[in-house]
């Protein structure tokens, strides 16, 4: 929790900072300012000199029951999203399928760019091709570039878009620590869990899968402050980021996302469970306060 505190003082301070400039994703950053961002960033995300932030499929991480923890299945849609966009997809009725973005979509027409490796157009493709390490420096420039994280009463601090963003577009890796699921999420907890599915390591041949989150709720990337709405305008999806990792992003969804909307996505029925009360205001509310 102090981390959590920690993270998002800075993370106010970087926003007042942002704002102090009148500084928006389409008039580019001098270069004292480009380093005083990136001064902010490494602050952030390399507390103590030790990185945070894990991703989902990472050798490195230390993951104690799986010393190589592949990712090799999608999150888990039935409790946590309910859509999916990668090359390899759970479907809860038919099994693993390899299936490219549009057909995983349904919308032949969805054009989708990636806007970390600037790729147009990936709607033939079955995965995102920019190599991790750029993805991963990138997106953390374009996050503090275009979103924004603002305090709405009642929901604590939410992410905003600072600039429209396109239908379809990937925004960013939603991180978090990788923990085996050993019990059934509390609402409460859910919120900040993306189920998925890590593969055991094979010994005579048996390894398996297990059910693995990416726990957001400590620390994380931007992406954990995304609010619950019953009409969102974003998703988590799995995706493929270069030739052997895979992350779970948050992705617009059919309509672009304006300027200065908030970024939602659907927490699915288990934030429901504990009494909790949607401030999202949609007129299709689940569950509204009055
Ligand atoms: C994943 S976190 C989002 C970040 C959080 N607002 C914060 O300040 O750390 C989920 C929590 O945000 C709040 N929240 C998100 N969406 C909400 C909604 N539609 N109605 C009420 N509270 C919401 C709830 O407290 C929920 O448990």
């Given at each position: 929790?102090?981390?959590?505190?920690?993270?998002i003082?800075?993370?106010?301070?970087?926003?007042?900072?942002?704002?102090?400039?009148?500084?928006?994703?389409s008039?580019?950053?001098?270069?004292?300012?480009?380093?005083?961002?990136?001064?902010?960033?490494?602050?952030?995300?390399?507390?103590?000199?030790?990185?945070?932030?894990?991703?989902?499929?990472?050798?490195?991480?230390?993951?104690?029951?799986?010393?190589?923890?592949?990712?090799?299945?999608?999150?888990?849609?039935?409790?946590?999203?309910?859509?999916?966009?990668?090359?390899?997809?759970?479907?809860?009725?038919?099994?693993?399928?390899?299936?490219?973005l549009?057909?995983?979509?349904?919308?032949?027409?969805?054009?989708?760019?990636?806007?970390?490796?600037?790729?147009?157009?990936?709607?033939?493709?079955?995965?995102?091709?920019?190599?991790?390490?750029?993805?991963?420096?990138?997106?953390?420039?374009?996050?503090?570039?275009?979103?924004?994280?603002?305090?709405?009463?009642?929901?604590?601090?939410?992410?905003?878009?600072?600039?429209s963003?396109?239908?379809?577009?990937?925004?960013?890796?939603?991180?978090?620590?990788?923990?085996k699921?050993?019990?059934?999420?509390?609402?409460?907890?859910?919120?900040?869990?993306?189920?998925?599915?890590?593969?055991?390591?094979?010994?005579?041949?048996?390894?398996?899968?297990?059910?693995?989150?990416?726990?957001?709720?400590?620390?994380?990337?931007l992406m954990?402050?995304?609010?619950?709405?019953?009409?969102?305008?974003?998703?988590?999806?799995?995706?493929?980021?270069g030739?052997?990792?895979?992350?779970?992003?948050?992705?617009?969804?059919?309509?672009?996302?304006?300027?200065?909307?908030?970024?939602?996505?659907?927490?699915?029925?288990?934030?429901?469970?504990?009494?909790?009360y949607c401030?999202?205001?949609?007129?299709?509310?689940?569950?509204?306060?009055?």
């Amino acid at each position: 929790m102090a981390e959590n505190i920690e993270q998002i003082r800075l993370l106010r301070q970087i926003e007042e900072w942002k704002t102090s400039l009148h500084h928006t994703a389409s008039t580019p950053l001098s270069r004292q300012n480009r380093e005083r961002l990136s001064a902010w960033l490494r602050r952030l995300y390399t507390p103590n000199g030790s990185p945070l932030y894990f991703y989902a499929q990472d050798d490195e991480s230390g993951f104690p029951l799986f010393p190589r923890v592949r990712v090799s299945a999608a999150i888990d849609g039935r409790t946590f999203h309910p859509q999916v966009i990668s090359d390899h997809v759970v479907d809860q009725s038919r099994g693993f399928q390899n299936k490219n973005l549009t057909q995983l979509l349904k919308d032949p027409s969805a054009r989708i760019d990636c806007l970390v490796c600037e790729q147009r157009d990936l709607s033939n493709k079955t995965f995102f091709e920019c190599e991790y390490e750029t993805w991963v420096e990138k997106t953390q420039k374009i996050w503090f570039e275009r979103l924004a994280i603002r305090e709405s009463p009642g929901k604590g601090y939410c992410l905003f878009a600072r600039e429209s963003i396109a239908a379809w577009t990937s925004i960013g890796e939603y991180r978090g620590e990788l923990v085996k699921s050993s019990w059934k999420a509390t609402a409460s907890e859910s919120a900040y869990w993306a189920n998925i599915h890590c593969e055991a390591p094979r010994k005579n041949n048996r390894g398996g899968q297990t059910l693995c989150r990416i726990d957001g709720s400590k620390k994380g990337s931007l992406m954990r402050f995304a609010s619950h709405s019953c009409s969102p305008n974003a998703q988590l999806a799995k995706g493929r980021v270069g030739s052997d990792r895979y992350a779970v992003e948050l992705v617009s969804m059919a309509n672009a996302i304006q300027s200065g909307e908030e970024i939602t996505i659907d927490y699915g029925t288990d934030w429901f469970a504990d009494g909790e009360y949607c401030l999202c205001g949609s007129p299709d509310c689940r569950k509204p306060a009055i």
